[in-house]
Each structure stands twice: as C-alpha cells, then as structure tokens.
C-alpha cells in the first residue's frame, strides 16, 4: 500500500546545531503533519501544513522549529538551533484530505538524539 | 490535561482470547477515533477508525464499540495471535477541522502464545 517514508531512521547531533528532517508523503496527499513522541509517552501533534502554509500548530512548536516543501520534493522539519528536550521520534503524516475522517498515514519515524 | 485516556496500560492474553482495549475522552468536539497499532522501531499504521455516528465498527478480527453518551470506546481484538503484540493507541479527531490527532498513551498488548 501507499507508504510515508522519513530520511534518515536515526539522527544524532550535538545541541545548538541545525537539523533537517526529511519526508516523503504518499504521493497524491495534499495534507502533511509532524508528530513527536518522547520515549514512552504518546504521540504529540506538532504541526499540519496544506498547500505551501502551516495550518495549525501547537505548543510544542517553538519559534526553533519550521517546515517547508519545496516544489512539491521532501516535507521537512528544521529544527534551528536543537536543545536537548528536541531529543524524541518525530513521525511524519500524510492524509489525502482535511476531514476527521480521513486517518493520516505515518512514516516509520526519525530518531532524533540530540546530545 | 489528559484528552484521551487508555487503559489498561498492559494487557497480556493467552492466544485464541479476546482482547479488549478502553480507550476515554474529555472533548465532546471529537468525532472521529482511528485506533493505531506500533510495532517496536516502526510507526504507527492505521488499525480501524470509527465516526461518532456509529456504534460498532468491524474489520476482520478488530470491533470498536462507541458510546458516545459515556464518551468511550473500546476495541476488540478476537482470536488474539501472537503477531498482535504491540502498542494500541487511540486517537482522537473532531472540531478544528484539519486533521488534528490527539493520541492516547497507548496498552501494550501481549499475546501468549
């Protein structure tokens, strides 16, 4: 089936660098988010972005954190500079429309270690 | 503030039982309930999901049960393998209209064989 690949499976960085996590929706959906989960705990909604523009956010979206997609290529998450709370998974989503009733599809997620 | 709650946390069954995971809610606005099943090391893939119009949703071996009045749900996992070790999350959707998912902690399920 149609399937959300991240890039890479595991980061590890030093904190106060700049780290770019890269998805690859499924390709014909139009809606793209980012979800956090530390180890452990449940997943987080970070952000939903459509059509060139962030949507929503939430509060574990800092002024650090920022997303794009150019020209239709990879969804990132920039995260500038990294603190060492930004430690976790984020999984990336993907979902064809905006409804409640159509489920997001998720990446196996990016490790990030930030140390 | 916990929005969704699940219980139990963990759950262990012998194989061939049935397995039933609860899941709660607080906010009246949500509509829509997909249950994900994880995997250690994998994300999260899309189990069965049910609207606040229903009642009873089946797929294959997995049934949720709604009560909307109560604000809970429950899935059911017949004949439980023990392929159906991992992590069940409820999630819930509803009311700001883009998709917003707030997840439960999850029941890590393990079946006996």
């Known amino acids: 089936g149609p399937k959300v690949l991240q890039i890479p499976s595991h980061q590890i960085i030093d904190m106060g660098q700049m780290v770019t996590l890269n998805c690859d929706p499924v390709s014909n959906h139009l809606y793209f988010y980012w979800y956090k989960q530390i180890l452990g705990q449940q997943m987080e909604f970070l952000v939903n972005?459509?059509?060139?523009?962030?949507?929503?956010k939430s509060k574990l979206f800092k002024d650090q954190f920022s997303v794009e997609r150019p020209d239709g290529s990879y969804f990132t998450l920039k995260i500038q500079p990294t603190a060492l709370e930004d430690s976790a998974v984020y999984f990336c989503?993907?979902?064809?429309?905006?409804?409640?009733?159509?489920?997001?599809?998720f990446g196996e997620g990016t490790r990030l270690s930030v140390l | 503030q916990q929005q969704v709650r699940q219980s139990p946390q963990s759950l262990t069954v012998w194989e061939g039982e049935t397995a039933i995971l609860n899941c709660s809610y607080e906010?009246?606005?949500?509509?829509?309930f997909p249950w994900y099943q994880q995997f250690p090391g994998e994300g999260p893939a899309l189990l069965i999901a049910i609207r606040s119009v229903s009642d009873k949703k089946e797929d294959g071996g997995f049934t949720i049960f709604f009560n909307k009045r109560e604000k809970n749900l429950s899935l059911h996992i017949k004949d439980s393998q023990p392929g159906d070790s991992a992590t069940y999350f409820c999630a819930a959707s509803g009311g700001s209209g883009y998709n917003k998912l707030t997840f439960g902690k999850g029941t890590v399920l393990l079946v006996s064989p």
């Open positions: 989503a993907s979902s064809l429309g905006r409804r409640s009733n159509q489920a997001p599809l």
């Open positions: 906010n009246s606005a949500f509509d829509y």
């Open positions: 972005f459509y059509n060139g523009k962030v949507m929503e």
